[in-house]
Nanobody, 121 residues
């Protein structure tokens, strides 16, 4: 079992930045790929970024490529999502997850409770 707790969400103006953190506890964090997904009201959940257990491989959805950066610190059992040049359409609840790979179709087994990100225009 892996417990995941997100933090760092909030309200920011368009063009601003936020850094989300996800702290993991339980089973060995470094065994898992880590991903971030988001869900806006009335929309399907979107898989936006992922990083392999070693950090050597990453994935970004086209909608965030060039603006978001995912990273991890296995010594701190934490994964980060640096979000720059934020747009109102980035408004959503952001969830971190632990799974087997960096691709959207890879299985993810553990999910956090989510953190709200709101970008005002």
């Amino acid at each position: 079992q892996v417990q995941l707790v997100e933090s760092g969400g909030g309200l920011v103006q368009a063009g601003g930045s936020l850094r989300l953190s996800c702290a993991a506890s339980g089973r060995t964090f470094s065994n898992y790929a880590m991903g971030w997904s988001r869900q806006a009201p009335g929309k399907e959940r979107e898989f936006v970024a992922a990083i392999s257990w070693s950090g050597a491989s990453t994935y970004y959805a086209d909608s965030v490529k060039g603006r978001f950066t995912i990273s991890r610190d296995n010594a701190k059992n934490t994964v980060y999502l640096q979000m720059n040049s934020l747009k109102p359409e980035d408004t959503a609840v952001y969830y971190c997850a632990a799974g087997l790979g960096v691709l959207p179709q890879d299985p993810y087994y553990y999910w956090g409770q989510g953190t709200q990100v709101t970008v005002s225009s």
